[in-house]
């Protein structure tokens, strides 16, 4: 039996290019500056993001503390979503690597910021409070049905920013995923932000590696703060090479991705017990929640594996599935079956 594995774009596979190329990479030591495929990865990422510079990790995980270390100090306090991946999902780094005081604020179902509740939270200049320093969005995001964060919101969200002195950083995972769905350039995006981290191992299907991207200042910094975590690799152009063709043949797909979503939860929309919000898919990532007596999510994600069916249990009643690039449409239909045949009708 095949398996039809939606946990996470994550599990992808690097393609037979990304393959030769690393095979066939030029390399160097990076911590001396001296591997040219990692050059060539950092520039060409700075130029889609239209910043100075970037840096290339080892994780998104990696690019977010490494980010949040060299705009913050210890006691510094960074203002971000209660649904946000660096606050779920990230072992608490900002507070066991970086003694960042984190101050959450709801996320709305569409990933948003409320901009009212974040001018509110932050500190006046007063000696019993912490200096509230940074600003973290996610786009998409994640836990929110995979939304993009769209440019007017950025725009308003830099305006903000400046108006307090606050620095901007953008957990942009999947930054490619928002702007493959908003039709505007990835840099449009981000260009309100201070730094923004994107990852190549997820929708485009490179092995390892995330890039951070900033100005020449702050990327300078976070290379230091990358040494400090034990971040810099050495002949990382073999790895760098299948993230040079990841930015160069795998965004554009990232579209088919977003049709099998929707595809997706179209089809669940009728499956008695599972509840979905069909308007919410506009990218790779849909979240469905029991409605039935008795079943769990683990109970759930259990049953379908015996079909040959991955998806991943989010919450005790909750699960995520993911479109990926080994997954085609009619493999979306043969997953429905699944999910009809286990549900019941
Ligand atoms: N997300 C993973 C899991 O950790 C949940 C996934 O399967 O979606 N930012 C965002 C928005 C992410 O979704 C992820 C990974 C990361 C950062 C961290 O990236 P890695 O896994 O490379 O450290």
Redesign the pocket.
Known sequence: MSIIDLR?D?ITRPTPSMRKAMAEAEVGDDVFGEDPTVNRLEAMAAERMGKDAALFVS????A?IVSQLTHCRRGEEMILGDRS?IFF?EGGGSAALGSIHSRTLPNRPDGILDLTAVEAAIRPDNIHFPRTRLLVL?NTH?RCSGAPLPVDYMKRVGELARRHGLKVHI?G??IFNAAVALGVPAADLVADADSVSF?L??GLAAPVG?LICGNADFIREARRNRKVVGGGMRQAGILAAAGVAALTEMVDRLADDHANARRLVRGLADVPGLSVRPEAVTTNIVYMDIEREGMTAQALSGALEREGLRILPTGPFQLRA?AQYHVAADDIDRALKKIRTVMGR
């Open positions: 996470s994550t994780s998104g995980t990696m977010n991946h999902y996610e994640n957990d995972a999947r990852c191992s997820k995330s993911v």
